[in-house]
T-cell receptor
């Protein structure tokens, strides 16, 4: 079982809906990440939080809004999504570490479908 | 942006055979990671490499961090049916901010024929 828990596992929403994806870890990690993965493709980085502050935004559209309310939780708020946003959304966490040395541990993802 | 070239894209092997896959990059990475992803699950970390030239094993898996820091390989010995899945290499640089995202290769799809 993964130590990074993502909910829900599956989400179907219309283009006008507002929903949120949630991620939780209790490994004491202070860096958390959102990735997007399309079918048969590798994960692509969206956002990085370090010590609860947004440190990297990979030019993600504003219809995706991340939030890190505390060191254990990471949310991704969704609004007015497009059909091409349908994908597996993966959360990961790690110790920020020195020299980027700490590996990232992934959750099992939320499978998002936009109607 | 940085790109990783992972090969082969897919492998069809017989149970018991050894497997080898590799990743190359035009950029230097500080860390190389190898993950396996099964359908409906997230990537699971197999091996992490932190130093150029480092050779690390995890059971039947062996991986090496290339001396130029621009490549890495993963070997699987005596493959078994549960080795089926998609294997990703991932590289990480250090920007000084303490946390950096990963750049992934396109994956190697391992299929084991009975």
């Amino acid at each position: 079982d993964t130590e990074v828990t993502q909910t829900p596992k599956h989400l179907v929403m219309g283009m006008t809906n507002k929903k949120s994806l949630k991620c939780e870890q209790h490994m004491g990690h202070r860096a958390m990440y959102w990735y997007k993965q399309k079918a048969k493709k590798p994960p692509e980085l969206m956002f990085v939080y370090s010590y609860e502050k947004l440190s990297i935004n990979e030019s993600v559209p504003s219809r995706f809004s991340p939030e890190c309310p505390n060191s254990s939780l990471l949310n991704l708020h969704l609004h007015a999504l497009q059909p091409e946003d349908s994908a597996l959304y993966l959360c990961a966490s790690s110790h920020p570490g020195r020299q980027g040395a700490q590996p990232q541990h992934f959750g099992d993802g939320t499978r998002l479908s936009i109607l | 942006g940085q790109q990783l070239n992972q090969s082969p894209q897919s492998m069809f092997i017989q149970e018991g055979e050894d497997v080898s896959m590799n990743c190359t990059s035009s950029s230097i990475f500080n860390t190389w990671l190898w993950y396996k992803q099964d359908p409906g699950e997230g990537p699971v970390l197999l091996i992490a490499l932190y130093k150029a030239g480092e050779l690390t094993s995890n059971g039947r898996l062996t991986a090496q961090f290339g001396i130029t820091r621009k490549d890495s390989f993963l070997n699987i010995s005596a493959s078994i049916p549960s080795d089926v899945g998609i294997y990703f290499c991932a590289g990480r640089t250090y920007s000084g901010g303490g946390a950096d995202g990963l750049t992934f290769g396109k994956g190697t799809h391992l299929i084991i024929q009975p």
